[in-house]
């Protein structure tokens, strides 16, 4: 299966119809019963998640009829979804607000994700802000770039290796079990500006524009990862899990980095994961 040109406008167009259609109007606009919890507190899907999937979901199915669909909401209530990404021929992967605490307590801070795997290798990620309209789009060997709601465009490029000390930095590491917990969050003082999002579509795209130096985290879900990993890539950044083995599809363990090039991510590996 072949992504071709035709076929990745159409992707980005579905990705900001429901921008447009589903997640602004409800921005700030959402009242008690449009927002539930997860599986905490912090973990929250709104109106807007469900009918931003549900638009995505339906245009995916009718225009590629026999591939897979994995939706973060889907996954809810269907846990076999990310199971079969690894084999599928072609499957889509989608978290419609990501961000979602961010969103549904009014912060600007949050994106829509589309990732493409074709036989289990990612081949185009896209990641939309729907405020502003910005919509990162990258491809496998085809490099990344920023288009803007005016239009115009750029290609995106990591920012440069630095010193630890030097380097602006998230590490996402609520997620992470004690002791390591303590230890990642205290290591982040040996640099020099630690930021946290809560947004894998905006943390995604500063690494991959150069606005901060590396990324982490602990949790691997496909829908928070795969289009940002492949936009990092192909921006010239080097991404891998803890192990140092490569990311792929279907996996959610394991935790990764993603840093300007290898020796700067073993010494972040070293020096803030402590491995």
């Given at each position: 299966m072949t992504i071709t040109d035709k076929d990745l406008d159409f992707l980005v167009e579905c990705v900001t119809q429901a921008g447009a259609e589903q997640i602004m109007p409800r921005f700030r606009n959402l009242i008690a019963g449009d927002i539930s919890e997860k599986t905490s507190t912090i973990d929250l899907v709104t109106e807007a998640d469900l009918l931003?999937?549900?638009?995505?979901?339906?245009?995916?199915r009718l225009h590629f009829p026999t591939s897979?669909?994995?939706?973060?909401?889907?996954?809810?209530?269907?846990?076999?979804?990310?199971?079969?990404?690894?084999?599928?021929?072609?499957?889509?992967?989608?978290?419609?607000?990501?961000?979602t605490y961010n969103f549904a307590s009014g912060l600007p801070i949050f994106g829509t994700m589309m990732s493409v795997i074709?036989?289990?290798?990612?081949?185009?990620?896209?990641?939309?802000?729907?405020?502003l309209g910005d919509t990162v789009v990258a491809t496998r060997g085809g490099g990344a770039t920023m288009t803007r709601r005016d239009g115009s465009s750029k290609r995106l490029q990591v920012a440069p290796a630095v010193p630890l000390s030097e380097m602006v930095g998230i590490m996402s590491w609520g997620n992470m079990v004690e002791?390591?917990?303590?230890?990642?969050?205290?290591?982040?003082?040996?640099?020099?500006?630690?930021?946290?999002l809560n947004c894998s579509a905006y943390e995604y795209w500063m690494v991959a524009s150069g606005r901060?130096?590396?990324?982490?985290?602990?949790?691997?879900?496909?829908?928070?990862?795969?289009?940002?990993?492949?936009?990092?890539?192909?921006?010239?950044?080097?991404?891998?899990?803890f192990d140092g083995s490569p990311y792929r599809?279907?996996?959610?363990?394991?935790?990764?980095?993603?840093?300007?090039?290898?020796?700067?991510?073993?010494?972040?590996?070293?020096?803030?994961?402590g491995l």
């Open positions: 931003a999937e549900r638009q995505m979901t339906d245009a995916l897979l669909v994995v939706g973060e909401e889907a996954c809810e209530t269907d846990k076999t979804l990310v199971c079969q990404l690894a084999a599928a021929d072609l499957a889509f992967v989608l978290d419609p607000v990501d961000g074709v036989k289990g290798e990612i081949v185009a990620g896209i990641i939309h802000d729907p405020i002791p390591r917990r303590t230890q990642v969050a205290g290591n982040m003082a040996k640099i020099r500006l630690g930021l946290t901060v130096h590396f990324i982490g985290h602990q949790k691997l879900m496909p829908w928070d990862h795969l289009a940002g990993v492949l936009c990092h890539q192909e921006a010239g950044g080097y991404t891998a899990k599809p279907g996996e959610t363990t394991g935790g990764i980095i993603s840093a300007p090039d290898e020796d700067s991510w073993r010494m972040i590996r070293r020096e803030i994961i």
